[in-house]
């Protein structure tokens, strides 16, 4: 079955430091990923759509300029959390749409982001 | 604007019975309705879905039923198992609409005791 990769689990970082998460899709290509957002015993919340070759697509009320989404290859989508501050701390998860079952997303395990 | 609501918080059923979590949602662009389930710390796992065009899904234990009119759907299995506990998540999309994005509920966690 698709499988997505996200690098790495767990993150623990200063404030003020910039922190990269991968998400990788394994056996399958992406033109599009999506990347999640969950804080303890809430709902996943979209924060953007991450297209390969093209400008990211947030959602209202995230920063852009703080959560720096990059897909350059249809394998490969990146989310740089810059100059982290403790109120980033998450659970950060991508997905993506494989070939089958158009609709169906498969999601990594997640990243655990802990800024001190 | 909470799109895809999960009205309990949490459910707790005896192993062998039927547990039903209900998902209730108010964009009527949604055509296409999923369930997830997911472990502490893990990412999401995809039980089930359903398309707007039909009224119920069923995978083994898992059955899905979709109430278009009263913008309702809900999650049956039966019979529940201790490992079937943790946290489901419902979740809608639009594909022709919002370009396919999940709009997620705010999750059930399901407790099946032995």
């Known amino acids: 079955g698709a499988v997505v990769s996200q690098h790495p689990s767990r993150v623990i970082c200063k404030s003020g430091t910039s922190v990269k998460i991968e998400c990788r899709s394994l056996d399958f290509q992406a033109t599009t990923m999506f990347w999640y957002r969950q804080f303890p015993k809430q709902s996943l919340m979209l924060m953007a759509t991450s297209n390969e070759g093209s400008k990211a697509t947030y959602e209202q009320g995230v920063e852009k300029d703080k959560f720096l989404i990059n897909h350059a290859s249809l394998t490969l989508s990146t989310l740089t959390v810059t100059s982290a501050h403790p109120e980033d701390s998450s659970f950060y998860i991508c997905?993506?749409?494989?070939?089958?079952?158009?609709?169906?997303?498969?999601f990594g395990a997640g990243s655990r982001l802990t800024v001190l | 604007d909470q799109q895809v609501k999960q009205n309990s918080p949490s459910l707790s059923v005896q192993e062998g019975r039927i547990s039903i979590l209900n998902c209730d949602y108010t964009n009527s662009m949604f055509d296409y309705f999923l369930w997830y389930k997911k472990y502490p710390a893990e990412g999401p796992t995809f039980l089930i879905s359903?398309?707007?065009?039909?009224d119920k899904n069923e995978d083994g234990r898992f059955t899905v039923f979709l109430n278009k009119s009263a913008k309702h759907l809900s999650l049956h299995i039966v019979p529940s198992q201790p490992g079937d506990s943790a946290v489901y998540f419902c979740?809608?999309?639009?594909?022709?609409?919002?370009?396919?994005?999940?709009?997620f509920g705010q999750g059930t966690e399901l407790s099946v005791k032995p």
């Open positions: 997905s993506a749409r494989s070939g089958y079952g158009a609709n169906v997303l498969t």
């Open positions: 359903i398309s707007s065009i039909k």
């Open positions: 979740a809608a999309s639009a594909i022709y609409n919002q370009g396919g994005k999940l709009i």
